[in-house]
Antibody, heavy 119, light 112 residues
Framework: QVQLVQSGPEVRKPGASVKVSCKAS????????INWVRQATGQGLEWMGW????????GYGKKFQGRVTLTRNTTINTAYLELSSLRFDDTAVYYC????????????WGQGTRVTVFS | QSVLTQPPSVSGAPGQRVTISCTGS?????????VHWYQQFPGTAPKLLIF???NRPSGVPDRFSGSKSGASASLAITGLQAEDEADYYC????????????FGGGTKLTVL
């Protein structure tokens, strides 16, 4: 069955960087984009960006351009989100979710990774 | 301020029908882009509920239905059950934001 399994919780200080992983299984990794969505406590969903695992092409939400880097390792079917220059308001749960192109839904989601920015 | 506008909350008694609206603009829903709906329970990841306006993934009860007209969309839930109490989000694509997926702000459904 399709699964996206994310790495564990992280705590960082302001100004630091964090890298979250998302390991895919149960399908051919290269055939679906990986999207990243975050959710602050008690808040809504916020789309951050996408990556095509086959080509490595990426797209980022305007708010995150310059601070987010999406990469992948196709040998281990894993996608990565790196967020730099962390601020207190980056404290959130970060989800990966697979989808086929910009117009299609994200049909499977990871369990989420909590990132806490704390001084 | 979300690009897609949803009511913060709706409520209904068991057995009733409720609807959740999602209002966009000429750069997203009004441009003809499809809407998708997600259901989220506290502490869990969102789950795809309706895709491409009206389609249910396998396993989603037919009590859930979606519609879209112009720059607006709706999610309807009939025969409301206690287990439907959750947050619901609409999502689409916005061509003004360089290929961005956009979400509504979410609607908390309370079953009375």
């Amino acid at each position: 069955q399709v699964q996206l399994v994310q790495s564990g919780p992280e705590v960082r200080k302001p100004g630091a960087s964090v890298k979250v992983s998302c390991k895919a299984s149960g399908y051919t990794f290269s055939t679906y984009d990986i999207n990243w969505v975050r959710q602050a406590t008690g808040q809504g969903l916020e789309w951050m960006g996408w990556m095509n695992p086959k080509s490595g092409n990426t797209g980022y939400g305007k708010k995150f351009q310059g601070r987010v880097t999406l990469t992948r390792n196709t040998t281990i079917n894993t996608a990565y989100l790196e967020l730099s220059s962390l601020r207190f308001d980056d404290t959130a749960v970060y989800y990966c979710a697979r989808g086929r192109g910009w117009l299609e839904p994200t049909d499977y989601w990871g369990q989420g990774t909590r990132v806490t920015v704390f001084s | 301020q979300s690009v897609l506008t949803q009511p913060p909350s709706v409520s209904g008694a068991p057995g009733q029908r409720v609807t959740i609206s999602c209002t966009g603009s000429s750069s997203n829903l009004g441009a003809g882009y499809d809407v998708h709906w997600y259901q989220q329970f506290p502490g869990t990841a969102p789950k795809l509920l309706i895709f491409r306006n009206t389609n249910r993934p396998s396993g989603v009860p037919d009590r859930f239905s979606g519609s879209k007209s112009g720059a607006s969309a709706s999610l309807a839930i009939t025969g409301l059950q206690a287990e439907d109490e959750a947050d619901y989000y609409c999502q689409s694509y916005d061509d003004r934001l360089s290929g961005s997926r956009v979400f509504g702000g979410g609607t908390k459904l309370t079953v009375l």
